[in-house]
Nanobody
Framework: VQLQASGGGVVRAGESLRLSCAAS????????GGWFRQTPGKEREFVAA????????AYADSVKGRFTISRDNAKNTAYLQMNSLNSDDTAFYYC?????????????????WGQGTQVTVSS
């Protein structure tokens, strides 16, 4: 199983980025997809999650209204559209997959993790 995250970079406050997470080695549509982020010295933080068919989503309060999670099961890929970025969004972003039928926020519910991609927002 492999999850390949991409799309990170350096942007200015107020700008946008779209992260992608390409999955291989499993039946992607059977899994809930999630995005998490972490900064040095802090706990890993839930960002967003999406159910297997895309109908159900969940967001951290800190990103609600600015970030949108989506998925394309035909492409085995999940996305995180991030708008109105600010310096608090600077972190290493990880994608993950959970076999739970529910849209879960706990990192412990996710079995597969990608290598992550760095997002840096300059003010």
């Amino acid at each position: 199983v492999q999850l390949q995250a991409s799309g990170g970079g350096v942007v200015r406050a107020g700008e946008s980025l779209r992260l992608s997470c390409a999955a291989s080695g499993l039946t992607f549509r059977w899994y809930t997809g999630g995005w998490f982020r972490q900064t040095p010295g802090k706990e890993r933080e839930f960002v967003a999650a999406i159910g297997w068919n895309g109908d159900n989503t969940a967001y951290a309060d800190s990103v609600k209204g600015r970030f949108t999670i989506s998925r394309d099961n035909a492409k085995n890929t999940a996305y995180l559209q991030m708008n109105s970025l600010n310096s608090d969004d600077t972190a290493f972003y990880y994608c993950a997959l959970s076999s739970s039928f529910l849209v879960v926020r706990a990192g412990s519910a996710y079995s597969y993790w990608g290598q992550g991609t760095q997002v840096t927002v300059s003010s």
